[in-house]
């Protein structure tokens, strides 16, 4: 009877290859019943976000063992062949799997220290493994306790006195790299928990207008009247030419938006000055996989002299797109 | 009474230096900074008040022979720093800067005068070295922009915010330091050469065209010049803009400091 803990995270693993074995979100139920199955498991628990996937096993099995049935798992479910990932894989056993998980609820383990968001995450992991049945007596024990310190962390410490969370730093980032932000329109694409707290941090910085778009509008029109008053359009359905800052926090399988759709440069009117355009490097594996875009957002800057059109690419779930993306759909059980 | 008014000048540099370099070390921007700045800008006004004495004492420019040249040359680069300063305010800038400027000046010190040529003694030699040195002056801005374009962007993709990224102002700040500076010193070495060709066709022997330091700055010229056409049709900004006008301005330094041991026309005592 052993515990070990197997993944990796944004310190030993690229973008590239995080956004390759994420667990998607309607498909965390199915994986889990699979990693019982497959791996002989007694219980185990899937910890999938933008920066880290790990995996929570215990068994009855030897520690190697299990170790090993988890790595088996993810290639088999990723379709992936050994050994791609043994590069970026960490494995953690008994004490230090407890250690691990303690510390990444307590979000000291997370690109930026003390962000709010990940405690959450964990908790929603752990309520889709006890609805998928894959947790037993003792991950019952285990991961409450890792609420229980992570709060204790944030309570009796100062982890979480300065507000931070991705997106403030992303917005910090803009500014790092835009410069003052005050008057400039900005487009938010995705309009999610980090949507709203990038708008929020965008607003603060005197962001004059704030274009949110969504693909289904009603999520936008939860926050957004709270946070600015005027009406947004809501879903960007047709060609909009921007002389601004993009922010990209949408998380979607398949990409929103194409290269070709968003450089199509327009024959007038180009304001060179405020042709701006930030993707969110690290918002998430979503934003290689909700773009196509296999640029950086320097490169972006580099184009930007041109005015820019960026439309939604509606016809996104047809087979040919999906073909030409190297992205591979979660084999079904 | 003129090495009175230099040596002031000087003196009050190198104090501005050293508050740049004390605000960058000890991180109190804002008194160093300042203090930094009114020594900057009390040098600058003792230096000009030495040129325009000098010019009345010797009645000429003083950018005839290499020490006035030093002297003039630091004269611009402190004032394309007072100009980006009023404009953009990025404070790394003067930490860059100012060491050229105090460089310079010392080098005047130990250079010693020669008598001026017969053949500079032409009105065109005012036009020829001041565009030029205004030039390089903003060439070396352009420089030091590409320079810091270059650091920031590195932070920026390293995803680890050292020292850099907080000190340095935002890429874009940088990019429009670097393209005003960038237009005007090529307006600037335009004019200035096209001053030395009236001049030289006027007065000069002929075989001026194989001169070797014309024919670097034609090289230069042409480097900006590419660098100009290619951002403006191609869109080329950032890493490939900078590293392109880090080019240019080797090639500059060879320009004036390079050329003039290949012997030519520009090789005065």
Redesign the interface.
Known sequence: MDLVLVGLNHKTAPVEVRERIAFAEGHLHSALKRLQRESDLQEGMIVSTCNRVEILAHGRKSQNQIVQSVKDFLYSYHTMKPPFLEDYLYSYLRHDAVRHIFRVASSLDSMVVGEPQILSQVKQAYTEACQAGSVGTYLKDLIPRAFFVAKKVRSSTRIGASAVSISSVAVE?A??????LRGKTTILLGAGEMGELAARNLLDSGVSQIFVTNRTPSAAGNWLPNCWPRQFPSKISEPISFGRTSLWCAQAPLPCCWTKAVLRPSSKGADIGHC?SLIFP?LATSTPRSTNWRM?F?TM???C??LLTLTFAKDAKKPRLQKRLSIRKPSAT | MSVLLFNSAFGFYVLGLLHSVAAFVTKKTNLFQKIAMVSVSVGFVLHTAFLIYSAVEKSHLPVTDLREALAFFAWTVSLCFFISHLRYRIQPLGLFLLPLVTVLMLGTIFIKSSPVPEILSSSWIYWHTICLFLAYGMFFVTFIASLLYLF??RE??G?KPKTF?YWL?????LDDLFYKFLISGFCFMTLGLLAGVIWAEQDWVGGWQSDPKVIAALVTWGIYLLLIYLRLTA??????AALISMVGFLSVLFTFLGARYLGGLHSFP
């Open positions: 980032l500014r790092k790299i835009f410069g003052d701006l690290f950086s320097f800057s580099t184009i002299n041109r | 920031q962007e920026l993709k995803k990224y102002p935002s890429l874009v700040l869109g080329w900004r950032g890493k490939r």
